[in-house]
């Protein structure tokens, strides 16, 4: 087992109503004036809205405002979001939306108190030693941003879908209302139930040391995602299917996993980018793309834990009926599998290819992942 | 699934040699001057205390000491402690040792900002409002107190063992190198397994509701620690064992496993800390004891859980299976699993439920459990 420090500060507020707390929750801070930052309008129109200005007005916390984040999040509307922080002396950002908004909030956090381009901490650049607090209301389960320092945010102007990592945009507290998921659609829901075992498969087949518990706990949230899924896509409404799927999703990315493992890499994280950055695919659509290409091309690397993935998931001794139970999992539940769904012609895998190249540079395993291997992948995908 | 709050702030540095650093954690937290606690004398041959003094001079940060923590920590050398504490304007406390050491940091951080007596929080007549942060170098894995807000401390004039939660006195950071737990007698590592085990069980089934997930962890636990266990009892030299004993000890109590769950108590926790409190029995070899004897009382109570569990743990679909096996492996690894092994005798029954009805009171269920019923549970022990 390896070193690690482990250290998750987010306080998670988590079951219904609790979104009418917020601003109690700012107060608690002393937080005085924050940026409120949200997607569309869908949350004026469900009364969400509404109840975050109250609790903030009952709260007598000042706020402005920055709406309009998209999901794949643009670094022109994190900018926009830094300058009204910087020109209004706003304390906190907090977050009401899905994992965009709450990568937004944090990268706005960092920018706000930094002189420079915020994309210098996207690119190694700088390092952040800074941040805003950020807080969050989550109406949409994935990414685990509402209880992790990772903000994921592509630059408009170079087409590179970049991240930071940092203990200080940890969110402070994040609100976990399962009822404010309900809304969610379909094709939203099966994106996000391949997000969450994307971030579980990462490092539990690439990492050299695989430790019983950190297996055992991925097996255990990649389960209950796929139980909970199923239950959704039935039931939109079941409240304890869609809160399961909430609190697994967080444990996903929240540092338990990867915690104690050695080597670790996030290859199809890596790939999908690069289909998010040039062709806007939706992350997890772009993930079930590239998971089960990635798997079929790297399988030979660490046979043995996918053996165990085989017997434990899918209860088969062969290692490829893992493989191709979840490709047919995520094709079941309405996830695209083929580059083809996604329409990206076969003749831009080499941009493709050479985009994740870059990333994997930033990501320090371009060595792993030359832009002959992506090119590898991408062609079973 | 239940409305929760989780939030657990402190940080773990896990690993070979973390314990040259903790000078380092201190003084990244500003601190200056701090009380160290330990057990015996113990750490002075093993060189650990040399270690922590280095680390201590190399980071400029002054100390006073206090040694003589035993298991099962007493409300005396807590006293002690706090006394030291505000004579030295003490502003951390450290604690290298097992549980019992941090647990007793834990107090001592509460009583050094508390102007009347600290067995006032014990017994819910005062409530937590500040405490000095307490930092831990653990020496032995089991109660997780290295990373939660939990003190439980006896008081040795009434003999009542009783505890304390608050996330204030969650240390800042606790070092884990499972090289320091090396040398851990087969003893206390029997008992350290089983008071895990206990931790988890508890809520899992005492619960009214039962999460997917949560029930999925406590198993991963249970797994991992039945499995390192045997390994370690072995080679008690196997870093990796020793290393996933310890975090998974840690997930038993850190918060994780009754994130969600709904109803839930500790009335194994309870009916040991009568035998702790009135025949100084360890309190993992306590719980071998009260625990099969506890699962045969109230299997009934929950029967779906408990088949659940001999299913996942022993593989039958026999519930009673569950429970004759884990007494069995109990046993196997030398903890005992009568009252007449820890020289405990029947005729003192009656005054051990008298003991744990009164915690039940102060823990809010004695109407679950009233005196007769603690007696039909350890006339089966």
């Known amino acids: 087992m390896n070193t690690f420090t482990y250290y998750n500060p987010t306080k998670i507020e988590f079951g219904k109503d609790k979104e009418n707390k917020i601003g109690e929750y700012l107060k608690q801070s002393n937080i ?67 994992g965009s908004v709450a990568d937004s909030a944090k990268a706005i956090g960092v920018g706000a108190k930094y002189d420079g381009d915020v994309w210098d901490f996207f690119i190694n650049k700088a390092q952040i030693t800074e941040a805003l607090p950020v807080f969050t209301v989550m109406t949409l389960s994935a990414t685990a941003s509402e209880m992790n320092g990772n903000s994921v945010v592509i630059n408009d102007e170079t087409k590179q879908k970049y991240s930071i990592a940092s203990v200080l945009i940890n969110p402070k507290v994040s609100v976990i209302n399962p009822e404010l998921m309900a809304t969610v659609s379909k094709e939203y ?73 050695e080597g670790g890499s ?21 993930l079930a793309v590239v998971i089960p290409a990635w798997m079929k091309w790297y399988k030979e690397q660490n046979i043995s834990q996918f053996k165990r993935f085989s017997k434990e998931i899918f209860n088969s001794d062969d290692e490829n009926v893992g493989i191709e139970k979840l490709e047919n999992w995520f094709a079941k539940i309405g996830a695209p599998i083929t580059l083809a769904e996604l329409n990206i012609p076969k003749n831009r895998i080499e941009d493709l290819a050479i985009n994740a190249n870059e990333l994997a540079t930033v990501w320090g395993f371009d060595k792993l992942y030359p832009k002959s291997s992506i090119i590898e992948i991408l062609e079973k995908a």
């Open 266 to 286: 996030f290859p199809n994280h890596m790939i999908e980018h690069s289909l998010s950055a040039l062709f806007n695919v939706a992350h997890g659509a772009g």
């Open 32 to 98: 005085k004036k924050i940026l409120l930052v949200y997607g569309a309008s869908s949350i004026k129109k469900n009364g969400l809205y509404e109840k975050i200005i109250n609790s903030l007005k009952k709260n007598n916390i000042e706020f402005k405002e920055l709406s309009g984040v998209v999901s794949n999040p643009l670094l022109s509307k994190v900018n926009e979001g830094i300058k009204l922080a910087k020109d209004n002396d706003i304390k906190a950002i907090l977050g009401v939306g899905g």
């Open 189 to 261: 829901l099966a994106y996000s139930a391949v997000d969450v075992i994307s971030h579980c498969i990462e490092v539990y087949f690439t990492a050299s040391v695989h430790p019983r518990f950190n297996s055992r706990i991925v097996e255990s949230i990649i389960k209950t995602i796929m139980e909970t899924t199923e239950i959704l896509l039935e039931n939109p409404n079941d409240y304890d299917a869609r809160a399961e799927f909430a609190w697994a999703a967080i444990q996903g990315l929240n540092g338990l996993t990867p915690a104690g493992t």
